[in-house]
Structure formats: structure tokens, C-alpha cells
């Protein structure tokens, strides 16, 4: 099954990238995806990565943000 890894047995997420076509199964840990059928079809690239950590960055700020008061926070740029 796609939805888990068969190398490392996490879970795949889905990533859509184009509306017309079906998704990619992302393994975060083997960083690689696999289409439907559990055949591996690429890696991750360095650009993907570092823009899901970014989109995972920005979620934890605006988190922490809601109801919250801006502080500085000391070693934090
Ligand atoms: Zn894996």
C-alpha cells in the first residue's frame, strides 16, 4: 500500500501537484516519492524540502502568535 512506506514503514502523506492529476506519496523520513502503485518515482528535492520546512515554520508562528503577545525571544533570530 502507498500509504506506508515499505522501506521504513512511516506513513506517506500526500502531495498534490497538479489539480488533474492523481497525488505523490511523500515519505518524510525516506524523503521520496512514490505514486500510486508504491513505485518509488523520484527524491525529494533540497528546494522542496527547504520550502515544506518553511510552510511548517510559518504555521508554528502564526500559531504561536494567536492569542499571544509578541515577545523577543533570546537566541531565536
Ligand atoms: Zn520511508
Not at 525516506?30 to 525529494?44: H, K, M, P, Q
Request: hydrophobic share 30%; glycine share 6%; net charge positive.
Amino acid at each position: 500500500m502507498t500509504l506506508f512506506c515499505k522501506q521504513c514503514n512511516e506513513r506517506r502523506l500526500p502531495i498534490v501537484f497538479a489539480k488533474d492529476k492523481p497525488p505523490l506519496w511523500l515519505c518524510g523520513k525516506c524523503e521520496n516519492f512514490a505514486d500510486g502503485v508504491d513505485t518509488i518515482i523520484r527524491e525529494l528535492t533540497k528546494e522542496e524540502k527547504e520550502d515544506m520546512e518553511k510552510k511548517l515554520n510559518d504555521f508554528e508562528n502564526n500559531t504561536k502568535l494567536n492569542g499571544e503577545k509578541l515577545k523577543r525571544r533570546k537566541g531565536v533570530n
